[in-house]
């Protein structure tokens, strides 16, 4: 198996993309533990190998306690997936108020900021780690009305970016990947309440793509792997898209 004895963190795992990383992750052998404000949906995830952490993200002393009982129990910490995010509704910006892209950024941004934090600290001893962080292809092809979602994403982008650089004299691996419009519930969230999200998902967010489908969890769960495995030892500082051509 892959990841067999690695230890790995996922945050949003109870999210219809994060629920489906876990399952890989554990499927590829990795002990996992799942982070999330709702673990309800993690319940039917009956594994040896998973814990599920109901938390909130930007609670930086639940996180931390998770972080350092995840490290005593087994011993370290190999990676860490933020998977955790939170979708606009596609509104002009005179129509945003402070507080949604106050939300936005903590949520989609500032909580990679606490838990990179505490990854590092178990990481740094060990010199070895993978980080990664679920974006979106919107930083690269943004569309209108997504200004605040788009400005979190691209935080988290070059956060990533900036850890990379200076994690690598500990070996420690940091990466994005940018997905494109993925068939999950998420997508709907982006859509206003009085357009007909059926049609528009086809018509709109299926025809963006290249390739003619709509993202499936599965497709980034599998960029999950190859990043936190031993295969992707020298990549770091990348931003995979993993979006059928939707960012070109």
Do not use: C
């Not at 969230?189 to 993202?215: A, C, N, Y």
Request: charged fraction near 20%; charge should be neutral; avoid cysteine.
């Amino acid at each position: 198996m892959e990841l067999n004895n690695k230890v790995i963190i996922v945050t949003g795992a109870g999210g219809g993309m994060g629920k489906v990383i876990v399952s890989q992750l554990l499927e590829e052998g990795a002990f996992v533990v799942g982070i999330d404000l709702s673990v309800s949906s993690l319940e039917t995830i009956n594994h040896e190998r998973f814990v599920a952490k109901k938390a909130n993200i930007l609670d930086e002393q639940e996180i931390a306690k998770i972080f350092l009982d995840t490290n005593n129990k087994q011993g370290k910490i190999d990676g860490l997936v933020n998977a955790v995010g939170i979708a606009q509704q596609q509104s002009p910006i005179e129509d945003v108020s402070l507080e949604q892209w106050t939300r936005l950024m903590n949520i989609n941004a500032t909580s990679l900021f606490i838990t990179v934090k505490e990854a590092v600290k178990y990481m740094k001893p060990n010199r070895q780690g993978s980080i990664v962080t679920i974006a979106s292809i919107s930083v690269v092809r943004p569309r209108p009305g997504l200004q605040s979602y788009i400005a979190s994403k691209g935080a988290a982008e070059s956060f990533s970016r900036a850890m990379a650089i200076e994690l690598a004299p500990h070996l420690i691996r940091v990466n994005t990947i940018h997905p494109g419009p993925a068939d999950t519930q998420m997508l709907g969230q982006f859509v206003g309440g009085d357009t007909d999200f059926t049609t528009m998902k086809d018509e709109v967010f299926k025809k963006s793509v290249p390739l003619g489908e709509l993202i499936k969890p599965e497709d980034v769960s599998n960029a999950v792997v190859y990043l936190v495995s031993d295969r992707a030892k020298v990549v770091t500082g990348a931003t995979l898209h993993v979006d059928g051509g939707r960012g070109l």
